[in-house]
Structure formats: C-alpha cells, structure tokens
C-alpha cells in the first residue's frame, strides 16, 4: 500500500461524534416536534451565517482527523516500510504551503526575509542586506510588481467564485424545475427577490464569500506566504488550517466527557433529593473549590512524566501529541461539567413537582421512567444552549492553557501555541505581529459563529422566549 492509516484516539473519538450527530438528524427528521426548532433556526439569517462558518471550520478539522503514513521506497520488495511522519488529508492538500519553508521570519507577501543577513553579492563583495525568499514572488521581474500581480489574482478568483455561485444557483434552479416542476425564470425572480421562507440570498451571499476567500487563499499561496512565515520559516497560513482540529476537538470532545456526569448527576440531585442530593452537592461544591488551572496542570504533568518514563508506548511524535490532548479533554470535561449540573438540578427541583410528574409517580411509574419520558427531555434545551454557549469557551481556554504551559502538547499545532510563541516576537524591534494576528482572526471567527450560532439556538428553543413571542 502507498500509504498506511492512522487511528489516533481523537480521531475515533470525533468520528464517533458525526457519527452521533448524523444518526440525531436522521432522527430530528421523522419528529416534527423536534424538527420545528431548528427550522426556526434555519429560518434566521444569523443561524445560516453561523451554521456555514461552523460547516466549513468542521470540513477542515475532519479532513485533519484523517490521517496516514506514507510508505517509504526501498530496494527489497519483501517488507513494506512506512514513514514515522503522521500526515493528513489536510497535510496532502496543501502540500505547497506545508513544504515550502523558508529560513526564517518573513512578512506576509513579503518578497524578501524579514531580517538581515550577510550574502554574497553579484560582484564577490559581503553585503548586509535582505536575502530574497526562495519560495515567494520568485515569478516577479521586481518588486515594483508585487502588488499589480496580487490584485490581477484576486480579480481572478473574484470572477472565479462568481462563476461558481453562478452555477451553483443555476443547479438550484434547474433541480426545483425537474423536481417540482417550477418556471426556472420566475424561480430565478422569486430567489433574487428573496421570497423564501428561508434567508436563500443570505446562503448564496455566504457561499460567494467563503468560495471566494478559499480560492483566492489556494491562488494566492501558489506564489506568496499569505500570512508569512514564523521563526523556523514555515507558513502561519499553514498553521492557522492546522490549529483548527485542535480547537474543534477540545470544544467538542470535552462535551463528550462533561454531558454525561453533568446530566446525570444533576437529575439525580433534583429528582431523589435526601442523601443522594447531598452527596452530589458536596462532590461539585468540592471540586468547585479547586482552583482549575491548578488541577488541570497537576494531571497534565502527571501524564508528562508517565510518557517521558514509557517512550516505547507511542511509536510517533503524533500519537504522543494525541494522547496529551485526549487527556486534556478529559480534564477540561472533570472540570466543567458542575455548572451544568448545578442549573439541572434547579429545574430538577421544579419539574418534578408538576402535575404530569406527581400523576405519574401516583400510577406507580418507575422513577427510571419518568426521569427518561418526562424529566429529561423538558431539560433538554437547557442542556443544548448550555453546550453551545460553552463551546467558545472551551475553545478558548485551550489558548489560554497553552500560553500558560499546561495545553497541548508544543509539538501539535495550535492557536494557543501560536500565541504562546508569538510573546516574545512581539517584543522585537520591528514587531513580528503576523502569527499572533492569523490566530487571533482564525479563532475569532470560530468563536464568533458559535456564539452567534448559541443565540439563535436559544431564541428557537428556549420556552419563555417563544412564550414572549
């Protein structure tokens, strides 16, 4: 085989949560009841907005979770041999940008390193000068030319995602035609005019914007570092699409480990109440007590020593990186899942005094019944607004605990690690600002759909804001 697959932990664990999510949609879809909400959500143009950016942002972290090791040229055909380098499906599309390092520091779309060296120049004489780059602007005659070429770029891939969402629109149109046999000229009327009961000119007005910022990145890479290149030369831009897994992951996979314990232990208080009550009270009043970057950091050093004394147990720097952050996730998911479980336990205490819940009971329905039919899916907006709501700040508090030295391991690329580097080159004179800036754009734009995304949520499914409608 020319090449090998590679199952990290967090990549099973992220294909089990499509897999999770596309089985609940399937199973949206058949309960009309379930389906309104997000209907609603649909039907508001920040709900599209966000959805798309969430869309395009979970696109690049899935093709980063799909990961291989290529197989290595050798004279013999008897055995097979695979590199000890973990690639991915991300890594093999943009192989330019991932290939192509550069010495040093160099600016975005700068044709030349951002610090001086001594060279050789045409006449045999030492010159300290500015080395010219040996991957960017080499197709330009000077630099005069620099920016007349990047804007004849963007022009083309401006009428590139035009012609795209063109054609995307012309293939939406001839679809209702031969589906519900609609006039194409008065559907094309009725889409420009935005009688929908969807925001449709929103949706195409997005796709353009996307369409157009991904070719124009991919044209544009093709012949300049679009973000520059950090201390070892290699692309911010790269950087950036790579850190994007990592903060998906710990947004997503901590919710994986903090749903359970906070759903269960929360309904559990307020439904039982007595001993039971008291006992999960002390448990999230205790941990609460705890400072959290203090913990996190005892766990995280724990298992830095555990690895540092059992090399032999992770074959590649990748699966060693892997294991750091599945295990972050699992201390992040121990950490935060008591403010979740303190608010069901509130509504806990309310719900099961309501009538159908005490009609119930009186019938002799088993607890395990109620708490399933009548409990929990009366909770359930709660649960789905907070974990929305908690995705931004899980995403964040991976930068955070990466600056401070107790995030993921410095190996693995990320937004924290690119902050956490970009501290002292912006104590240089002039100041390399770039990197701290392509991680501060990528994340806020992450962080800013989800928690546009978390509002529209709310408004759809939380009871007393339809009652105030």
């Known amino acids: 085989m020319p090449f090998l697959p590679v199952f990290l932990w967090t990549d099973i664990l992220i294909f089990l949560l499509l897999a999770v999510i596309t089985a609940g949609i399937f199973y949206l879809r058949s309960k009309p009841h379930l389906r309104a909400p997000w209907i609603m959500v649909m039907q508001r143009k920040r709900g599209v907005i966000s959805v798309i950016i969430l869309l395009t942002y979970v696109s690049i972290g899935f093709l980063d979770s799909l990961h291989f090791r290529t197989a290595i040229a ?24 991932r290939t192509q390092v550069e010495k040093t520091y160099s600016a975005p779309f700068a044709t030349h390193l951002f610090v001086k060296e001594m060279q050789v120049v045409q006449s045999g004489q030492l010159e300290y000068s500015y080395p010219p780059l040996r991957y960017s602007g080499q197709h330009l005659q000077s630099e005069n030319e620099k920016w007349g070429d990047v804007a004849n770029i963007v022009a083309n891939s401006t009428i590139t995602a035009v012609l795209f969402t063109v054609l995307l629109i012309a293939f939406y149109i001839f679809y209702r035609k031969i589906r519900y046999q609609y006039n194409a000229f008065a559907e094309a009327k009725r889409l420009m005019r935005g009688e929908s009961e969807y925001p449709i000119r929103t949706f195409y007005l997005m796709i353009f914007l996307l369409s157009w910022l991904g070719i124009t990145l991919v044209m544009l890479s093709q012949y300049y570092h679009v973000f520059g290149t950090d201390k070892v030369g290699q692309s911010v831009l790269y950087q950036a699409l790579k850190s994007i897994r990592t903060g998906l992951a710990i947004g997503t996979l901590t919710t994986l480990v903090m749903l359970p314990m906070a759903i269960f232990l929360g309904i559990s208080a307020g439904y039982f109440r007595g001993w039971i009550d008291d006992v999960i009270q002390y448990i999230y009043t205790t941990l609460n007590s705890i400072p959290g970057v203090l913990l996190i950091a005892a766990a995280v050093l724990m298992l830095q020593v ?57 019938l002799g329905v088993s607890s395990f019944s109620i708490l399933h039919r009548h409990i929990l899916p009366n909770l359930m907006h709660i649960v789905l607004i907070t974990v929305v709501l908690d995705f931004s700040g899980l995403v964040l508090a991976e930068a955070v605990l990466s600056y401070v030295g107790v995030g993921v391991d410095p190996s693995m690329i990320s937004w924290g690690n690119m902050i956490n580097s970009a501290r002292l080159e912006m104590a240089r004179e002039p100041v390399v600002w770039w990197s701290l800036t392509a991680a501060f754009i990528s994340m806020f ?16 499914f939380d009871p007393r804001m339809q009652a105030a409608r």
């Open 74 to 97: 050798t004279q013999d055909n008897k055995q097979q041999h695979y590199s000890t380098e973990v690639l991915s499906v991300l890594d093999w599309l943009v192989t330019p940008i």
């Open 306 to 362: 555990y690895m540092n004394t059992h090399p032999e147990n992770f074959a590649t720097i990748a699966e060693r990186a892997d294991i750091r952050l599945l295990f972050l996730c699992l201390i992040l998911g121990v950490t935060s899942w008591t403010g979740l479980c303190r608010i069901l336990r509130g509504e806990t205490l309310k719900l099961r005094e309501a009538e159908y819940v005490l009609a119930a009971r009186s």
């Open 445 to 460: 734009m992450l962080v800013l759909a989800a928690n546009l995304f978390a509002d529209v949520v709310r408004d759809a």
